[in-house]
Nanobody
């Protein structure tokens, strides 16, 4: 089994920055993709950013140029640096990890962008 521990959420003013972290533990042997999803109230969960095992990244159009995803394979950790935050970025952010054909989710961390 794999456990994911997220941290770094909180309340920030528009234009501010936050850095989310997600550390994986447990039966780790061959992680494929690591990514971040978010879900705002009344909306479907959406993929924000993903980084593959070879370091390739992709982003939701609305966060391109503002968010940066990265991973530290030695620490089994994925990060999401979020800059120039907007009120519409407010959501619960979930870490996701794919190992072989299985997907795992973190418990979610709240990000609120408000003045």
């Amino acid at each position: 089994q794999v456990q994911l521990a997220e941290s770094g959420g909180g309340l920030v003013q528009p234009g501010g920055s936050l850095r989310l972290s997600c550390a994986a533990s447990g039966s780790i042997f061959s992680i494929n993709d690591m990514g971040w999803y978010r879900q705002a109230p009344g909306k479907q969960r959406e993929l924000v950013a993903v980084v593959t095992s070879d370091g390739s990244t992709s982003y939701l159009d609305s966060v391109k140029g503002r968010f940066t995803i990265s991973r530290d394979n030695a620490k089994n950790t994925v990060y999401l640096q979020m800059n120039s935050l907007k009120p519409e970025d407010t959501a619960v952010y979930y870490c996701n990890l794919v190992q072989r054909t299985l997907g795992y989710w973190g418990q979610g961390t709240q990000v609120t962008v408000s003045s």
